[in-house]
């Protein structure tokens, strides 16, 4: 794991480099035991030369004129192996071909015609091919040198395996990264809401989006896009070989309150973000809750993650805010609600427990177990219920940790019907600890306990199962946390206080019904064909990959082709949802035009997305049976 995390696609060591190092294998827990660390510096002047080695190589390249016409390959094999290179000449032959590959992407990216491309490349190649060696040493260099931190990146990296190898929800935080890390959950005064990052391979990324920003609001920008560009009325600052600062402080240049972003999606699509800052603060009500109308007026209210506010004496969060737009929704005189949480990634687990504790009348809500501790019952601190009529809550394959809590005891205490696919699997809980006693420590967050559903089983790895499943492009796609190498298993744990659900849900009659739509409904139906193809053509695939100008732009357009047609799917379907804001929201949206174009925005969504009509048809069918 260690090797893996320092030459994560076995670009830079030997096989003969491999040899030497697995005599450590057997040896480090002794130098651990000792308290010897010293043998950390053989991995890091090793891979300091293969980088060193490998710039040469790059440099080299500079001067070169690739052959275009030459068969060439990339290779793709469906097993987790690693395969180092057996010589230096391997290595260098790699890197041509690298290179090669990239520049291909590069001309046909936003090209729609291979003859377009033909025409343009041998105008554009030179540039293209500058662009993408200097950006590959500028990779390099900043592995090597940014910040002197090259050492301790080494360091960092064989601590994280050491602790990813007993769970992988267990990190280490220097000092740095820690006040990183507490500062990306703090909202800021006035700007976009988004936070950056610098990934290994020099992308710059989305790390979080701030509650109740204008980037929280926007359908087509999401946590971990790619963000290629960023421009603004005078100038334009292109997202490769720059720092995540820089990026930041391109954003909060206080001159532009509105700036256009072109990011890559995880899917590799391609989109152009128009935004504006709005001032933000603590105080902000994140949560927005809609009014669909189709048939009956039903709630729509989307979490996207269990915020909480750490400096507020009270620690007010998403409960809070969540309650006050029910409020707002039973004035509206909804007769079920909708609760999205499809790409909740969890959060505070008190925001979790508190906002579950509002739709039972009393008891338990999770039982947590620790280490050397008693288990201890977690229980709702209030009676009565927020909220009496059909709940419906939305789930998927991204619904996490705290969001998976609270779908299991709504579930548990048939308070509502859960719909989607089976979640992330996430059922353990973390502690930041510091690992010395100085000024600036360093610290890691670690697994410290689990958490069990109320009557006693554990979600861990298998997730909360719904009670609908739908069809999701996300499919054997293996992003939960059943997959994670070294996941802690499942089980489960004495229930010392026994919860009272009320009567069973109509669950059978819902899954039928529901069943009959899916089969007629042609977006779930191509759903599931593009799922199919996604897994069996991309994800899985194996053997050789034509290094031609025709092959690379045919693939690009057919996966571009494959995700245009996922995102076209529900308005192809020619059924819109009627959603409405409540008159709260109205008044609050007609001072403030930003408000307003990112409301609307947000409500041709949810009155498109495929997932919500179907939850909105399983709420009405709840209340015909009842």
Not at 51 to 70: F, G, S
């Amino acid at each position: 794991m260690f090797l893996n995390t320092i030459d994560d696609k076995q670009k830079f060591f030997l096989e003969s480099d491999i040899v030497e190092f697995s005599k450590d294998k057997f040896v480090i827990d002794n130098h651990i035991a000792n308290g010897n660390c010293g043998f950390i510096l053989k991995y890091s002047e090793r891979l300091k030369q293969r980088i060193k080695e490998t710039e040469t190589i790059l440099k080299d390249l500079r001067t070169v004129n690739l052959d275009y016409r030459r068969n060439d390959s990339l290779y793709y094999f469906d097993d987790d192996k690693e395969r180092y290179f057996s010589d230096e000449a391997s290595r260098a032959d790699y890197w041509r071909r690298n290179i090669k590959f990239k520049i291909f992407r590069k001309v046909v990216e936003g090209s729609d015609s291979l003859d377009e491309v033909n025409s343009i490349f041998s105008s554009t190649e030179k540039d293209v091919k500058t662009r993408i060696i200097e950006n590959e040493l500028c990779l390099l260099h900043e592995k090597q040198y940014q910040n002197n931190a090259f050492q301790t990146w080494i360091e960092s990296s064989f601590i994280n395996a050491y602790l990813i190898y007993q769970d992988p929800n267990s990190t280490y935080f220097s000092s740095s990264a820690k006040t990183l890390f507490e500062n990306s959950l703090n909202n800021t005064a006035y700007s976009f809401g988004i936070k950056t990052k610098k990934e290994n391979n020099g992308e710059i990324t989305i790390d979080y989006i701030v509650p109740g920003s204008s980037a929280f609001k926007h359908a087509d920008i999401d946590e971990e896009d790619q963000i290629i560009s960023l421009s603004n009325k005078n100038e334009t600052l292109e997202a490769y070989c720059v720092t995540s600062e820089a990026v930041e402080n391109f954003m909060n240049d206080n001159a532009y309150n509105e700036i256009e972003f072109k990011v890559k999606k995880r899917n590799g699509q391609l989109k152009t973000v128009k935004l504006k800052k709005i001032e933000i603060n603590n105080e902000t009500n994140s949560i927005t809750g809609f009014v669909i109308e189709n048939d009956k007026p039903i709630g729509y209210i989307e979490i996207p993650s269990f915020y909480t506010d750490m400096e507020s004496l009270n620690g007010l969060g998403v409960a809070n805010d969540v309650a006050k737009q029910i409020y707002k929704l039973q004035k509206e005189n909804i007769e079920a609600l909708i609760i999205d949480l499809r790409y909740n990634g969890g959060g505070s687990m008190k925001e979790a427990a508190d906002l579950a504790g509002m739709f039972i009348d009393r008891g338990p809500v999770a039982i947590t177990s620790q280490r050397a501790s008693e288990n201890y019952t977690m229980r709702d601190p209030n009676r009565g219920l927020i909220f009496y009529k059909p709940i419906v809550v939305l789930v998927s394959q991204f619904s996490a940790s705290a969001s998976e809590l609270f779908a299991a005891v709504l579930q548990d205490y048939n308070a509502a019907v859960i719909v989607g696919s089976p979640t992330h699997g996430k059922a353990t809980a973390q502690q930041l600890l510091p690992l010395e006693n100085s000024e600036n420590p360093n610290f890691v967050k670690l697994t410290v306990g689990e958490f069990f559903r109320v009557d006693g089983n554990s979600h861990q790895k298998k997730g909360v199962i719904p009670d609908v499943i739908l069809p999701s492009i996300y499919d054997q796609l293996e992003t939960q946390e059943a997959f994670r190498p070294f996941a802690m298993t499942d089980g489960t744990t004495e229930v010392t206080l026994k919860h009272r659900p009320k009567p069973s849900m109509p669950v059978e009659a819902i899954k039928q019904n529901s069943k009959a739509r899916i089969l007629k409904d042609s977006v779930f139906q191509q759903l599931s064909d593009i799922n199919k193809i996604l897994v069996e053509k991309y994800i899985r695939k194996k053997g050789a990959y034509p290094l031609n100008l025709e092959f690379v732009f045919e693939d690009s357009k057919r996966y571009e082709g494959l995700w245009k047609g996922f995102e076209n799917l529900s308005l192809s379907n020619g059924e819109s949802l009627n959603v409405k804001n409540t008159t709260s929201t109205k008044s609050i949206i007609n001072y403030n035009e930003g408000e307003k174009e990112t409301n609307k925005l947000y409500r041709e969504q949810v009155s498109n997305d495929p997932y919500i009509r179907e939850a909105f048809n399983i709420a009405l069918d709840i209340l015909k049976i009842n």
